[in-house]
């Protein structure tokens, strides 16, 4: 199949995946995965609550939602009131809340943070008039770690959570992913300028992180869709299958004619 957009739970032993537009829990112990959705629609972006007995995706059907489900699959996915933007997707659960990118017609994409329990509405976290997304919250829930493009590519940046201070930026040279380490004092990323994963240490200097020179921990990266990082440091992957069909892209002209059949 088409597997696409891992996530690990929190414990490491199972994985979220989308696959002919339905989400599937994977038993990575015993390669078995277990469709969690039906509708087809195309359910993506999945995440995991902390204690790994949830799961946030956000659904396309016209205007994005943001639904929940129980991770074991019991019970219909519920809504989630999160903002009327067309386009939006969660990005972490922490304790604090989840954590989820919207596109702003006036900012382009921006960090809100919503309470799935309902205690409190939707607010924004980030806002910028450039691209802030890809969120993730370190394990001791103290800070933010988020892509921005203020400096032209998506570069990793830093900031306190959930009460925001001044921001620090981490990379250069653009990233696609970043995770941190079980001990909260380590960023590891996939580095677009570098084709490989890296790794920052990060410094406590008071109430600030200082992140130290980024060292390479193995390259180049392979072609791959999307990945996700285990706490203990094992890397789960989409990647084309040897010999499968590359991806193409069609273009059709005219389309509108399509309309009169």
């Excluded at 599937?24 to 390669?31: M, N, T, Y």
């Excluded at 990323?189 to 600030?208: C, I, P, R, W």
Aim: net charge neutral; glycine share 10%; aromatic share 10%.
């Amino acid at each position: 199949g088409r597997w696409s957009y891992p996530c690990l739970s929190p414990d490491g032993r199972s994985a979220l995946a989308l696959e002919s537009g339905d989400l599937w829990r994977i038993d990575l112990g015993r390669a078995i995965a277990t469709r969690l959705t039906t509708t087809g629609v195309v359910e993506t972006y999945p995440v995991w609550s902390p204690d790994g007995r949830r799961i946030a995706f956000t659904r396309r059907e016209g205007r994005e939602q943001i639904e929940w489900m129980d991770a074991d699959g019991s019970g219909a996915p519920r809504r989630l009131a999160t903002t009327d933007d067309n386009f939006k997707s969660p990005e972490n659960w922490s304790r604090a809340g989840l954590v989820f990118s919207v596109i702003d017609p006036q900012r382009f994409r921006d960090l809100w943070i919503v309470d799935p329990d309902g205690k409190s509405p939707a607010r924004p976290l980030v806002q910028t008039p450039f691209t802030d997304w890809w969120a993730n919250v370190s394990p001791d829930g103290h800070w933010l770690a988020y892509l921005c493009s203020e400096a032209g590519d998506n570069d990793l940046y830093l900031q306190a959570f959930p009460g925001l201070g001044h921001k620090v930026r981490v990379t250069s040279g653009g990233v696609r992913d970043h995770w941190w380490t079980a001990a909260g004092d380590e960023i590891v990323y996939a580095s677009q300028a570098e084709h490989a994963l890296m790794s920052v240490k990060l410094t406590h200097v008071g109430e600030d992180l200082v992140p130290g020179r980024p060292r390479r921990l193995w390259g180049p990266l392979p072609q791959y869709q999307s990945m996700d990082m285990a706490r203990d440091g094992r890397l789960l992957m989409s990647v084309p299958r040897r010999g499968g069909t590359p991806p193409n892209v069609r273009v059709v002209l005219d389309w509108t004619a399509l309309l009169q059949r």
